[in-house]
């Protein structure tokens, strides 16, 4: 983008210039052209000829419609299974915690927004072990349970290909939090995906 605003910034462009200008603007800007062309093309082609079969639908109270279609690479970190984890742990908050938002101990927290919930303060934005938060560094357990009447840990299947790197990260958090946990909140509920607790 520098090349090309000194490019159309000058006042007689030479031939070589262009030409080469040009080709560095595609070869930059091609690949990301390229990606939205297919998903309009995607999302086209499901709007006129919708093929649901065995798809998995994100079962939120945001009026948003999204459905996602089996895949080869479904994991309970992506795609449909992960979906049905979400829409597990949804199911148990509607049962469980009235209109009160959670935290989660998980990489993300998609149920406050999901649900159209206030979040609780506290919490981690993105709880990666040993990229964002360590055993070193992070929020006392006392500022990360904020003011929230209820938490959610996440569990995920030893079947999974990514078992190994998903549960190393909850466990890390789980080592920092789970004190604090037993000492001020008790388990409510425990699904195949999600274990509830409360405060006490």
Same mark, same amino acid.
């Given at each position: 983008?520098?090349?090309?605003?000194?490019?159309?910034?000058?006042?007689?462009?030479?031939?070589?210039?262009?030409?080469?200008?040009?080709?560095?603007?595609?070869?930059?800007?091609? /690949? =990301?052209?390229?990606?939205?062309?297919?998903?309009? =093309?995607?999302?086209?082609?499901?709007?006129?000829?919708?093929?649901?079969?065995?798809? @998995?639908?994100?079962?939120?109270?945001?009026?948003?419609?999204?459905?996602? /279609?089996?895949?080869?690479?479904?994991?309970?970190?992506?795609? /449909?299974?992960?979906?049905?984890?979400?829409?597990?742990?949804?199911?148990?908050?509607?049962?469980?915690?009235?209109?009160?938002?959670?935290?989660?101990?998980? =990489?993300?927290?998609?149920?406050?927004?999901?649900?159209?919930?206030?979040?609780?303060?506290?919490?981690?934005?993105?709880?990666?072990?040993?990229?964002?938060?360590?055993?070193?560094?992070?929020?006392?357990?006392?500022?990360?349970?904020?003011?929230?009447?209820?938490?959610?840990?996440?569990?995920?299947?030893?079947?999974?290909?990514?078992?190994? @790197?998903?549960?190393?990260?909850?466990?890390?958090?789980?080592? =920092?939090?789970?004190?604090?946990?037993?000492?001020?909140?008790? @388990?409510?509920?425990?699904?195949?995906?999600?274990?509830?607790?409360?405060?006490?």
């Amino acid at each position: 983008m520098v090349l090309i605003d000194r490019y159309l910034a000058s006042q007689e462009p030479a031939r070589l210039e262009a030409v080469v200008v040009g080709f560095l603007a595609l070869a930059c800007a091609g /690949p =990301m052209l390229w990606q939205n062309e297919i998903s309009l =093309m995607a999302a086209a082609r499901e709007k006129v000829l919708p093929s649901y079969g065995n798809a @998995v639908r994100l079962d939120c109270e945001r009026g948003a419609s999204l459905i996602f /279609p089996p895949s080869p690479f479904e994991t309970e970190t992506g795609g /449909p299974d992960y979906v049905r984890a979400i829409n597990d742990g949804l199911d148990l908050m509607r049962r469980r915690t009235g209109h009160d938002g959670v935290l989660t101990v998980d =990489m993300m927290n998609p149920f406050n927004y999901l649900l159209d919930r206030p979040s609780p303060t506290g919490g981690l934005a993105a709880a990666a072990y040993n990229y964002v938060v360590s055993d070193a560094s992070h929020p006392a357990p006392e500022k990360w349970a904020g003011n929230t009447r209820y938490v959610m840990v996440r569990k995920y299947s030893p079947a999974i290909k990514d078992y190994p @790197v998903e549960n190393y990260h909850i466990e890390g958090i789980r080592r =920092m939090y789970q004190p604090y946990l037993n000492l001020h909140f008790q @388990v409510v509920e425990e699904t195949g995906h999600w274990i509830l607790y409360a405060r006490r």
